[in-house]
């Protein structure tokens, strides 16, 4: 059974940094990528980051140049390094990976259970 766990969401400052790490356990033959997501109150869930099994990354541009998105394949853990934080960067932050779980079986999407990021002064 695999599991993502999303960390490190909490309350900052505008202006401020945080960095989301999301772990992967249980049964993992490959990680194909890795996506970032958000849900606001009253909004849509948005694609916020992405990055490839070769990392190549991918970024909404309300995020571009502030967000970063990173991968361990040793540690099959990704990050969300988030700086110079806007109130409407205020959401639930969500991790979701596409992996094949055994040899031969089909890729399968996963998704952790959120994270709140809260940007107030």
């Known amino acids: 059974q695999v599991q993502l766990v999303e960390s490190g969401g909490g309350l900052v400052q505008p202006g401020g940094s945080l960095r989301l790490s999301c772990a992967t356990s249980g049964s993992i033959f490959r990680i194909n990528h890795w996506d970032w997501y958000r849900q606001a109150p009253g909004k849509e869930r948005e694609l916020v980051a992405s990055?490839?099994?070769?990392?190549?990354?991918h970024y909404t541009n309300s995020v571009k140049g502030r967000f970063t998105v990173s991968r361990d394949n040793a540690e099959n853990t990704v990050y969300l390094q988030m700086n110079s934080l806007k109130p409407e960067d205020t959401a639930v932050y969500y991790c979701n990976a596409g992996i094949i779980p055994y040899r031969n079986s089909r890729l399968n999407e996963y998704w952790g259970q959120g994270t709140q990021v809260t940007v107030s002064s």
């Open positions: 990055i490839t099994s070769v990392g190549i990354t």
